[in-house]
Every structure is written in C-alpha cells, then in structure tokens.
C-alpha cells in the first residue's frame, strides 16, 4: 500500500449536507475547512457582522468515530452532530458553508485602496474572492504499513488515550510502536488497562525503557507483526508475527504519522514545518501566519489539537481576523478623507 492508499484508508467522508451557494462579489473571509476549528472561526467572524463562506469538503478526521469524548458537555456526541450543529450555528448569523474542495487558494491583485484579495478556486471551477483565508483542513492520519490495520481505523485501532481510552479499559491491549513517541503512549495506556503488549516492530527501545515497561508489568515483543488478525465475525482478534505465531488482542493502540491536509493550498506559500509526530502548518499567536491575510487554527497547524482546542484556536483567528479587518477598514476611511481633501 502506497502512502496516498493509506492516507485514503483513514479518510472517511461524513453523508453529504444541503450546501449553501457560493457568494458573489468580494467577501470578508473564506474558511478553507469546516471542521470544529473552520466552523468556530466563522461564527465568531459571522457574529461580527462579517461576511464569511465556509468551504468544506466534509470529511473531518475523526469521521470514524462514534463519539466525541473528553469535550466538556458534549461528551459522547457524535462527531456529525457537533458539526451539524455547527453549521447551524454559523448561518443563523449570516454565514455560509458551502459543500466543495478548494483545489487552489492564491493571492490576487489588492483592492483600490490597497487591501488583501485573494482568490480561491473549487474543484467544480467556481471561485471566490477573499480579503482574509483562514485555513482549517486538518490532518491525515498516515497509518503504518500492516494489512488489515485501516479497516479497524476508529474502532479497535485507536490513537489517543483521551479521546477512546475510557471505551478500552481492562481489553487486551497492543500498542503497535511507530517510533520513539510509542513509549510514553505505552504508558498513558498501561493507565487503562493491566493487560499491555509493547510490539517494537522495528523501533527502538533502550534498556532503561524496557526495565521501566518490566516493572509496569509491560509485555514486549521484538518480533515484527506481519498483519491483523479478525476473529470469524470480523472483529479484530490480534496481530500476526513473522515468525507465524498469533498474539490474541482485542485493540490496537498506533500512532499514526500526522500530515496536515495542504492539498490544494500551495499558492498560499505557507511555511510547513517537520514535527516528531508529522508536519503542519507554522502559526504564531492566534493563528497568524508568514504570510498576511492567511490565518491557520486546528489539526492543520497544532497536530495533537483535540475538538475542543482546535475550535478555541479557531475562534481565536476569527477574532483576530476581525480585529485586522477593522484596522484594515478605518485605513481605507481614513485614506478616504484625506483624498476628499485634496
Ligand atoms: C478516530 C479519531 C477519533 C477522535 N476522537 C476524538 C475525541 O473523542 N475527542 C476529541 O476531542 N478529539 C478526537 N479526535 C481528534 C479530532 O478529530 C480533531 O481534534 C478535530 O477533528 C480537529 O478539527 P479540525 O477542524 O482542525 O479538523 P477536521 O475536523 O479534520 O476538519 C477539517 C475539515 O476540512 C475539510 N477540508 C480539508 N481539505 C479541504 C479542502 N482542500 N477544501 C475544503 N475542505 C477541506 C475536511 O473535509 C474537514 O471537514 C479524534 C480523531 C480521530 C482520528
């Protein structure tokens, strides 16, 4: 399986909502991702009277979920259901969001009175025009190469001990090592259950990690895993090692390679940086970017943002966007008078 192969495994596309149409003229924002970061810029753009066009895709990372967890009052939400409510949200106070892939976003000649315009084009052809971008696609989750590991993506095979942790308590089991960053994994799922299995899988661990892992009762095993194995209902049964022999377990805890989604964006020219767990987006305070005009919020920048951080950074680039817009229109007012003066 190729990278891209795998990258499609974990992408999974929500059912499709009714999309608003597409606004004319020059808006105050386009929203490039309509996620918990996207959808909580806009509404704070939309509450300040500004006019902003969401444009999403709809396939959020955590699309295979069935809940959202550790989200303060909406525990246990369905991922769909806070969007849904999201998009809501954001067209009560005049947003759009507008179903479609933005293909390229790219600076375009500024206004008369000298103001950003960008352009932003969608995979059907039709284009927009924006005085500020904030970007908020996300990230991929590039899984290791094992057969039979995506199809479990979600539900057996499982990242974050925050999000699914709870829902694995006392199960068998496995953390499949991708790299340094498995070890403290190890133990942040040791904390859930007593019955833990450390599969190297090609990656190193120190003798000072393996005598900590020996004392909390941490099972390891050097021999490389070849693939999963399901149980005759399909369930995930354990992993196969290439010596042939099959350890029985009943969830898989892997960190996946974290890939922001900037597919589509590379006219914006934002500087990407290389990160332990991936690559993402480089942001500054409230989202701002190298590049002025171009804010970023969520996965695409802060690749461990779980929904809750990733929608406070996004409504932190929406107030900061407003805030420049502001500045940016009393300029122009104040250029106005000064040419009326002359
Ligand atoms: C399996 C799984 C379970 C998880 N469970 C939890 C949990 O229980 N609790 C929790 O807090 N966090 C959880 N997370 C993390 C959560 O998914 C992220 O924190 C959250 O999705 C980040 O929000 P975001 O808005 O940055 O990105 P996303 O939610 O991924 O939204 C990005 C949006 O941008 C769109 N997009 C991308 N590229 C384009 C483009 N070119 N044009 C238009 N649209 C585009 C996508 O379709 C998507 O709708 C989980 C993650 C995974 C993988």
Redesign the pocket.
Known sequence: MTDKERQEATAVTTSPYASDALAEGTVDAVV???????LNGALILARSRRSVVV????????A??E?????LALDGTPPSEILRRGREEVRQYGGRVVQ???VSAKPAAPSPDGDLRFTVTLADGRSITARRILV????T?VLPEVPGLAEH??HSVV??P???GWEVRDEPIGVLATGPVSIDHAFLYRQLTEDLTYFTHGTDLDEANRARFAARGIRIIDTPVTEVVNDENGALAGVRLADGQVVARRVLAVLAQLQA?T???EGLSLPVLDLPKGRGFASGMAGTTDVPGVWVA???TDLV????A?AAA?ALAGADINKMLAIADTDAALQGIAESDI
Request: glycine share 26%.
């Open positions: 490039i991702g309509g996620g918990a970061a996207g444009i999403d895709s709809g396939a959020p990372r955590n295979p979920a809940a959202v967890h550790g989200l479609g892939e933005v908020a696609t996300g990230l989750d993506w979600g990242h974050c925050y999000c699914h989604r597919q589509g964006l969520g996965n695409v943002a779980q929904v809750g990733s996004g």
